[in-house]
């Protein structure tokens, strides 16, 4: 049964409520947590804000690991071994593109399937779904060194996400149109707030926007069944 925690972001104090509901899902002091950054990351200036913000949480930001750059294989069996891994925000794109590349989309599949717990930010939890057009309307797009046709992710949920609701022109327009297009409900999400699976629950925290056969709805901290 799948754990999956969707954050908009992780800059706020309002995250304070889905940084509960992570410890809660996790259920231990002091866990692992592996982290996977959107991009090389050569100064580790994001992975020591992210060490610190996990700390105050009581939990260890312990692997580091890339898979653009400095891709290291041999730290596989360290990264899986952690009790979350987190999937850190960024250009999408890039991302998507680099986790294919690396065979990472199946391992990630398989390391939840088996209870590790994924922990997505912005482009990370967009990475959490079945696909990430939704990214264009954050103003993320492709390198023309990487573009991409297949736009699919790793399908974890049956929804889509849009993050940062609250930056964006014309978010819940844009929304109605994707659910559409798509044939697919989308939740867009302020910062602040979050979306926690928790095997077959599907939980809201904050002010979720639903967006399902162009139709718009509010859902404001519940739990239902997926």
Same mark, same amino acid.
């Given at each position: 049964? /799948?754990?999956?925690? @969707?954050? %908009?972001?992780?800059? &706020?104090?309002?995250?304070?409520?889905?940084?509960?509901?992570?410890?809660?899902?996790?259920?231990?002091?002091?866990?692992?947590?592996?982290?996977? =950054?959107?991009?090389?990351?050569?100064?580790?200036?994001?992975?020591?804000?992210?060490?610190?913000?996990? *700390?105050?949480?009581?939990?260890?930001?312990?692997?580091?690991?890339?898979?653009? &750059?400095?891709?290291?294989?041999?730290?596989? =069996?360290?990264?899986? /071994?952690?009790? *979350?891994?987190?999937? %850190?925000?960024?250009?999408?794109?890039?991302?998507?593109?680099?986790?294919? %590349?690396?065979?990472?989309?199946?391992?990630?599949?398989?390391?939840?399937?088996?209870?590790? &717990?994924?922990?997505?930010?912005? *482009?990370?939890?967009? @990475?959490?779904? =079945?696909? &990430? %057009?939704?990214?264009?309307?954050?103003?993320? !797009? +492709?390198?023309?060194?990487?573009?991409?046709?297949?736009?699919? *992710?790793?399908?974890?949920?049956? !929804?889509? !996400?849009? +993050?940062? @609701?609250?930056?964006?022109?014309?978010?819940?327009?844009?929304?109605?149109?994707?659910? @559409?297009?798509?044939?697919?409900?989308?939740?867009?999400?302020?910062?602040?707030?979050?979306?926690?699976?928790?095997?077959?629950?599907?939980?809201?925290?904050?002010?979720?926007?639903? /967006?399902?056969?162009?139709?718009?709805?509010?859902?404001?901290?519940?739990?239902?069944?997926?």
């Amino acid at each position: 049964m /799948a754990k999956l925690v @969707l954050y %908009s972001d992780q800059e &706020i104090p309002a995250n304070h409520k889905v940084d509960q509901r992570l410890q809660a899902l996790i259920g231990k002091s002091h866990p692992n947590i592996g982290y996977i =950054p959107s991009a090389s990351d050569s100064e580790q200036f994001w992975y020591t804000q992210k060490r610190t913000y996990y *700390a105050a949480l009581g939990m260890d930001l312990s692997v580091y690991f890339e898979v653009d &750059i400095d891709y290291r294989p041999e730290r596989l =069996p360290q990264l899986f /071994a952690c009790d *979350a891994i987190h999937l %850190s925000g960024g250009n999408t794109y890039h991302f998507l593109y680099w986790l294919r %590349s690396r065979g990472m989309l199946s391992r990630l599949s398989e390391y939840v399937a088996g209870g590790g &717990i994924l922990i997505g930010v912005s *482009a990370g939890s967009i @990475l959490i779904t =079945p696909e &990430i %057009s939704s990214t264009s309307f954050c103003n993320d !797009f +492709p390198l023309s060194s990487e573009a991409m046709t297949d736009l699919s *992710a790793l399908g974890l949920v049956d !929804f889509a !996400f849009l +993050p940062h @609701l609250n930056q964006i022109t014309n978010a819940v327009l844009l929304m109605q149109k994707y659910s @559409l297009q798509h044939n697919q409900a989308i939740y867009g999400c302020q910062d602040g707030d979050g979306i926690v699976i928790d095997g077959n629950k599907l939980e809201f925290i904050g002010k979720i926007q639903k /967006a399902e056969n162009g139709k718009l709805e509010s859902v404001i901290t519940t739990a239902d069944q997926v």
